[in-house]
Nanobody, 127 residues
Framework: VQLQASGGGLVQAGGSLRLSCAAS????????MGWFRQGPGKEREFVAVINWSGGSTAYADSVRGRFTISRDNAKNTVYLQMGSLKPEDTAVYYCAANSRALYTGSLYRPASSYDYWGQGTLVTVSS
């Protein structure tokens, strides 16, 4: 599976942005998909995850209620809709695919459990 993240950019605090992650590979629809981020001088952290069908999702406490993860298996794409953005959301955002949760409802948070990673897209939130 190859992943290509896009949609990052510069936005003012309080604004919104939608990230996309396009995947290639015939098994994309079976994988759980996650979003992670790495801010300046910080470790990579979990943001959100969605199972293969889109029926189950989980979020980091820091983004719950502001971000929404979704997917369109027909388009091999997963999205991260980000709202009420804060300067502390500034980071490189990565999408990742988890094959352990193939066609299950399992949701994994540790980055180490993900097999495939996109190249990252930079989100900068100005105050």
């Amino acid at each position: 599976v190859q992943l290509q993240a896009s949609g990052g950019g510069l936005v003012q605090a309080g604004g919104s942005l939608r990230l996309s992650c396009a995947a290639s590979g015939r098994t994309f629809s079976g994988y759980a998909m996650g979003w992670f981020r790495q801010g300046p001088g910080k470790e990579r952290e979990f943001v959100a995850v969605i199972n293969w069908s889109g029926g189950s999702t989980a979020y980091a406490d820091s983004v719950r209620g502001r971000f929404t993860i979704s997917r369109d298996n027909a388009k091999n794409t997963v999205y991260l809709q980000m709202g009420s953005l804060k300067p502390e959301d500034t980071a490189v955002y990565y999408c990742a695919a988890n094959s352990r949760a193939l066609y299950t409802g399992s949701l994994y948070r540790p980055a180490s459990s993900y097999d495939y990673w996109g190249q990252g897209t930079l989100v900068t939130v100005s105050s």
